[in-house]
């Protein structure tokens, strides 16, 4: 019982600590929301490249170039000397040449290369909706309510699992998480969405649908990353985060539930 409180413990200082920071990050926009967003997917990729890496060899450079892409590709400015098709035919050429000629293994060439592409598009494109949500009107608030109703879900799935989880829904794949954890993690997640009523233009059922979206996508994104992990023998993505573990287990959730959440907005403005 200690441990777990001093775990539940711990994860709540960092939650005190990182949300105002977080809001203060979103409410400036701009280029200094790109910039912490660029971050984020810098380390997120070279943490899923050192889980990768212990058994295959991807690119971690040109992998971190081709996140980048991915994140900022609606942004590139479209003009004869350079354009979005353009940069991503140069990416991916240098990472076949990197591969071919640089790389003295040959053995798992193709595996490699598309090691480092699925990196990409899973760290850079998932990551870009962020972005995308941004942009809408009342975006810094729908920003707010993507990220609070996915980590309220994470939260309140981890803490009714912790105390009242049983039956283990996933044992080969994520051995701790468990049904009423994640029945507890979509009930906070969606009643997290209500709880901005007062905030965003929105029908409470709506915002409840939203929240609901949100907690189910965002376990599936949690459960995607342990896949991950327990293919690579893996049990954190990093140690960068007290409580948490890497930049990466913070935000595998999201990585799943604002591209849908983006979607779901995008078809109701």
């Known amino acids: 019982m200690g441990e777990k409180f001093e775990k539940i ?17 979103i409410h400036l926009g701009g280029v200094i929301f790109h910039s ?32 980048l892409f991915f994140l900022f590709r609606r942004t590139i400015p479209e003009t004869f000397f350079l354009n979005g098709n353009l940069l991503f035919t140069i990416i991916i050429l240098l990472i076949f040449i990197e591969h071919f000629l640089l790389k003295a293994n040959k053995k798992y060439m193709v595996i490699n290369i598309a090691t480092t592409i699925f990196i990409a598009i899973y ?24 990220l609070f109703t ?22 080969n794949i994520s051995p701790n998480k468990t049904l009423e954890g994640s029945i507890g993690g979509i009930l906070g997640g969606s009643i997290c969405g209500i709880a ?20 189910i996508c965002g376990q599936a994104g949690d459960l995607f990353e342990s896949i991950i992990k327990r293919n690579f023998d893996v049990k954190d993505s990093g140690k960068l985060i007290p409580g948490h573990g890497g930049v990466l287990d913070c935000m ?14 995008n078809y109701l403005s």
């Open 36 to 67: 912490i967003i660029a971050l984020l997917a810098i380390i997120g990729t070279i943490e899923l490249w050192n889980i990768f890496k212990s058994k295959y060899n991807p690119s971690l450079i040109l992998g971190i170039a081709a996140s």
């Open 150 to 171: 996915t980590w309220m879900s994470d939260t309140m799935a981890y803490i009714v699992g912790i105390n009242f989880g049983k039956k283990h829904i996933f044992p």
């Open 252 to 265: 595998d959730s999201i990585l799943f539930s604002v591209p849908i959440l983006y979607f779901c907005l």
């Open 9 to 25: 413990k711990t994860r709540t200082f960092t939650i005190v600590i990182g949300v105002p920071f977080v809001l203060l990050v």
């Open 196 to 215: 901005f009523y007062f905030l965003l233009p929105l029908h409470p059922l709506m915002l409840f649908t939203l929240g609901l979206i949100s907690a």
């Open 123 to 146: 760290i850079g494109h998932l990551l870009s909706f962020l972005i995308d949500i941004r942009s809408l009107t009342d975006g810094n608030l729908f920003i707010i309510f993507a």
